[in-house]
Structures are given as structure tokens and as C-alpha cells.
């Protein structure tokens, strides 16, 4: 026991857990889905990789080279242990390996755009969310995708006694909130995940075992027993109010930046769509919906002048409708589109959350994408606006 008995204390009580955070391998999975393909051999950096529950996995099942980083030794030797054993050590030839190291997350010694894949399940707070967007984005490489996991608040007017502790200890924001502030930095949002409660379960479950069995006559431990106590308590009173979701970001493009259509543009802006589509007839639907103000969370055909398709700037367009879609609070987006383009965006079957076109359209070409998705989702028929013919 060092001189620092709480700190030594604190990972005394929590070593040896299977997580040092909400989650599960189930949400590990998912979160990797929402990332997208990968190169087939992935190099991963995991961030505050406690004793390596994502490491391995993403080791194993993505057959990633991870570099797994912590500055708590013990989780560290830890996972060495465990990545020999199942043979993610490089000891295996052609399976992922994992690398623990000793390091900073705040100060880390990697080569700009060294990871395909960043990746921090429940050990952003440690940074803090805004920082780890400025900070992190330069070890990308290009194409890359950083993933978070943080706690946030899930209803807009959280209890007294839930805000009171977590202003003191890490401040929260919702879902929306942390969306805007990755856009404000320069990501795209591929995609967002509210956990289950199971991955509360998790962590707390096997937790308030060893907070049971401590030896609290040891230095500092009453106070990490107490602390654990406190959060068990809290979650159980005031478990609605907030939990833990992913998010995962890409960063856009600089040269392929976007805004909306400013007053007096218009004409310019039906030039485009009529040269895209070498019609005048395909501008008519814009320009109807600016008269009727119709909302609707649907995407129109994207028009790119001749010169610059196949450029990528109908996909920066589409990104930066839907992280508005995200910040707006749209649930779903829905748009008719070739079956081989939309699910590069996450678009899935319409089908699947209930909803039909109110028209005759093959099944795979209607699509629907949920940007939040712990919102419910509204079943039905799909009506156009009177713009669209609908």
C-alpha cells in the first residue's frame, strides 16, 4: 500500500471484476457493427482499457492488431495474462493480438493517424468527452471511426438528488447533447446506442459482492466501500434518470463542408437539382416544400453538379442531413433509395420498424434509419407531403 491509500484503495476494491464500467459484450458487438467495415486487420486503440473486455474481443472476433492502453498496472498485467491464454498474444499466427501499455491517455505517444479504430467503452470521463474529440481525432487514419461510451442524462429533468451527484463528479449531458458536441467538433455520427440495463448489471452486480467482502480496516478502503455503496444506492433510486450510451463518430471531411440553403439561393440551388437530374421537373418538390414549410424527416433524392459526382459530395451531404436529423430529435429517417447506396448510412428495411410506403415500392428499396435509438418508433403507412405527390 503506497502513501496514496484511497487511489490504492479504489482499484483494490475493483480488481480482479470482469468490468470496470456498464457493459457488456453484447453492446461491445453492436457498437462495432455501428462503426462499419473495417480493413481485415483493423489496428485498434483501446483507451482506458482496464482489465481488456473489449481488447480481447476485438481481438478475437474483428481480428484486430489492439493496442490497449491504462495506467493501472495490475489491469494491464491482467490482460496480458488473458490474451496468452487464449492466444492473442501474437503467439497465434494470423489471429488479432493485443498490446498493453502503460500510458496517458491525456498524453499519448502515437504517430498521428496510427488506428483505423478508437476505441474508449466507459473511460472518456477520465478526459472528458469534449477533449477526447479535439485530442484523439488525429490518431485516426483516414476512413477511421472513434467510438465512446459515456454516462449521460436519459429524461430532461432529472431528480435533485441524481443532478446533485453527478455536478459534482462528472458533469452529464444528454444523448442530443453529446451528438451536438461531436458535430460542433467535426464528426459525423455514424451512430448512437443506449445500453441496456443489463450492462448496469454487469458491472454493479459483481461489484457490490466485493464491496460486501472488503476489508475495511484497511487504509482507505472504508471510503472505497463507501463510494461504491453510494453509487449501487444511487443507480437503484434514480436509475431513469441517466445511463450510459455509445456513440460512434467519424470525422467529416474539411474540404467537403455543408450548410443550409440561405435566403436567396434558391434559384441557384434549383439550377443544381436540374442539371443533377436533367429535369426542371425534379426542382418542382423543393421549391414546394419551401412554400408549405411541410416538416418531414425524409430524404429527397441528393442532386450533385455533373462535374462533381462520384466525388463523395452527395455522401458529405447525406452525413450532414443526418447528424441534423440526430440534433433535431427526428425518429426515423426514411427514404426510398437504391438498396446498394442507403445502408452505407445505417438504413435498414422499413419493414422492419413497422412502416410501409403508401405506395407500390419493392420492400428493399424503402428505408428507415432510427438516429436515436431509444426512441420509440412510430408504426404505419408513410404519407408524403403534397410536394412529393403524396
Do not use: K
Request: glycine share 12%.
Amino acid at each position: 500500500m503506497s502513501d496514496n491509500a484511497p487511489h490504492d484503495s479504489f482499484f483494490a476494491l475493483r480488481h480482479g471484476l470482469p468490468r470496470q464500467g456498464p457493459g457488456s459484450d453484447t453492446t461491445t458487438r453492436r457498437l462495432l457493427a455501428l462503426a462499419g467495415p473495417l480493413p481485415a486487420r483493423p489496428r485498434v486503440l483501446d483507451l482506458g482499457c482496464g482489465p481488456g473486455r473489449s481488447a480481447l474481443l476485438l481481438a478475437a472476433e474483428a481480428g484486430a492488431e489492439v493496442t490497449a492502453v491504462d495506467t493501472h498496472e495490475p489491469f494491464l498485467a491482467e490482460l496480458r495474462e488473458c490474451a496468452a491464454a487464449r492466444g492473442l498474444d501474437g503467439s497465434v499466427p494470423g489471429s488479432g493480438r493485443v498490446r498493453a501499455l502503460r500510458a496517458d491517455m491525456g498524453a499519448l505517444p502515437f504517430p498521428d493517424g496510427s488506428f483505423d479504430l478508437v476505441w474508449a467503452e466507459s473511460s472518456v470521463f477520465v478526459l472528458g468527452f469534449d477533449r477526447a474529440l479535439a485530442e484523439w481525432r488525429r490518431l485516426l487514419a483516414p476512413g477511421g471511426t472513434l467510438v465512446l461510451t459515456e454516462c449521460v442524462w436519459t429524461t430532461g429533468e432529472p431528480d435533485p438528488a441524481a443532478r446533485a451527484f453527478w455536478d459534482e463528479h462528472h458533469p452529464l449531458r444528454t444523448v442530443t447533447g453529446n451528438a451536438a458536441a461531436a458535430v460542433a467538433a467535426g464528426y459525423h455520427v455514424l451512430g448512437t446506442l443506449t445500453q441496456p440495463e443489463g450492462d448496469w448489471d454487469e458491472y454493479y452486480g459483481p461489484l457490490a459482492v466485493r464491496a460486501e467482502a472488503a476489508d475495511t480496516s484497511v487504509p482507505g478502503m472504508a471510503e472505497a466501500v463507501a463510494g461504491a455503496r453510494a453509487e449501487i444506492a444511487l443507480r437503484r433510486a434514480h436509475g431513469s434518470d441517466y445511463g450510459y450510451a455509445g456513440f460512434v463518430l467519424r470525422p467529416a471531411a474539411p474540404r467537403r463542408r455543408t450548410r443550409p440553403e440561405a435566403a436567396g439561393e434558391e434559384a441557384e440551388v434549383r439550377r443544381v437539382e436540374a442539371a443533377a437530374f436533367g429535369s426542371e421537373a425534379e426542382a418542382d418538390p423543393a421549391d414546394a416544400l419551401r412554400v408549405g414549410g411541410a416538416p418531414a424527416a425524409a430524404l429527397a433524392p441528393v442532386a450533385v453538379a455533373p462535374g462533381h459526382q462520384r466525388t463523395g459530395a452527395g455522401q458529405a451531404v447525406v452525413r450532414a442531413v443526418l447528424d441534423a436529423a440526430r440534433l433535431r430529435g427526428e425518429t426515423p429517417v426514411l427514404v426510398l433509395g437504391r438498396p446498394e447506396y442507403c445502408p452505407r448510412f445505417g438504413f435498414e428495411r422499413a419493414s422492419a420498424y413497422g412502416i410501409r410506403p403508401g405506395f407500390e415500392v419493392p420492400d428493399e428499396a424503402m428505408r428507415a434509419l432510427v438516429p436515436d435509438g431509444s426512441a420509440p418508433v412510430p408504426r404505419g403507412a408513410l404519407v408524403h407531403p403534397a410536394a412529393f405527390g403524396g
